[in-house]
């Protein structure tokens, strides 16, 4: 009965590196969500994905920040050419199929903290 | 634009102490959910609201839905270390399919 897997739970990282954070959501759920919290802070969303669809990437950088959730797989977060400013805890959220104003309960994966030497 | 307001953004109390947070929308809301993150977790979903005038209970947990859909509360009567932590509510709208969270407040608790 496994929840939202996110892996890896702490990534480590040098300036100009990339970093891929990885989410398997819960089983039956369609749709991914991605979420920034910088410590002490709110959830900040990044982009809502359904299997081979981006829905909503309204808060995703416009650069350097892509996001995938394919046929087959885990859903991808990746940061190309990371700076300091980018570390963070990153949440993935999962839930089942939802509807205009129909809105299901989201499950938290635990996280991957990202830390940029 | 959508926009879920919380408030206070911290909340310190004595053990045994009441506290509520409150939560406003400048928009009509379909439904309003609440989470809970403990320090060094993850968010972990509560409770959803859906009616207007709706009164939720949780043990010592209250939960209530505005009657216009606009603002919802989360009340908690004699607090425990055990509640020590953030708690998120969440808007859901019918011109969107994925909720809004609102900034938080966070409550730590003196023993």
């Known amino acids: 009965n496994a929840g939202v897997m996110q892996n890896p739970r702490h990534l480590v990282r040098r300036r100009g590196q990339e970093a891929r954070l990885r989410c398997s959501p819960m089983?039956?759920?369609?749709?991914v969500y991605w979420y920034r919290q910088l410590p002490e802070e709110g959830l900040k969303f990044m982009v809502y994905l359904q299997k081979e669809n981006i829905i909503d990437e309204s808060g995703m950088p416009k650069e350097r920040f892509s996001a995938e959730f394919p046929k087959e797989g885990p859903s991808i977060l990746r940061i190309q050419q990371v700076v300091r400013g980018d570390s963070a805890a990153y949440f993935c959220?999962?839930?089942?199929?939802?509807?205009?104003?129909?809105?299901?309960?989201?499950?938290f994966g635990d996280g991957t903290r990202l830390s940029i030497l | 634009g959508q926009q879920v307001m919380q408030i206070p953004q911290y909340q310190h109390v004595q053990e045994g102490e009441d506290f509520t947070t409150y939560c406003n929308s400048s928009t009509t809301l379909s439904n309003i959910q609440w989470y809970k993150q403990r320090p060094g977790g993850h968010p972990v979903f509560l409770i959803q609201?859906?009616?207007?005038?709706e009164v939720k209970k949780q043990k010592r947990l209250t939960f209530q839905f505005g009657e216009a859909k606009k603002n919802s509360s989360l009340h908690i009567t004699a607090t425990q270390t055990t509640d020590v932590g953030t708690y998120f509510c969440a808007g859901g709208y019918s011109s969107a399919s994925k909720i809004i969270f609102g900034s938080g407040t966070r409550l730590s608790i003196r023993p």
């Open positions: 959220a999962s839930s089942p199929r939802q509807g205009l104003g129909s809105n299901q309960p989201q499950h």
């Open positions: 089983k039956g759920h369609s749709h």
């Open positions: 609201l859906v009616k207007s005038g």
